[in-house]
């Protein structure tokens, strides 16, 4: 399995887009399930190529050795996505100093 990372500029630097998988189906709730290629943390921003806005990590779940995540959609028609490889962003960097 080969692990993809795309480099492009946001927020004035360059930050890593990482390739978590390939979308199997909505869920009766909604959700979009994705089989993981490499686990990301819930919360993180889903894109696809284009670097449309997806949604957000909503859950982690399955065996540890295969594991799948669930996605809360923040688009339309999210049964398009079916077969579509999809990425996320980075979370922000938090400040060091907190108050």
């Avoid at 990482?18 to 990301?40: A, D, M, T």
């Avoid at 921003?45 to 809360?72: A, C, H, M, Q, T």
């Amino acid at each position: 399995m080969k692990w993809f990372v795309v480099h492009f500029g946001f927020r004035g630097e360059f930050e890593s887009l990482q390739r978590i998988g390939r979308v199997l189906h909505i869920s009766s709730n909604g959700n979009i399930i994705i089989k993981v290629e490499q686990l990301p943390k819930i919360g993180e921003i889903v894109v696809n190529e284009d670097l449309r806005r997806i949604g957000k990590v909503f859950d982690v779940f399955g065996p540890v050795s295969s594991p799948y995540v669930s996605v809360k959609p923040t688009i339309r028609q999210p049964e398009r996505l079916v077969n579509k490889v999809l990425y996320v962003l980075p979370l922000e960097r938090r400040k060091e100093k907190i108050k």
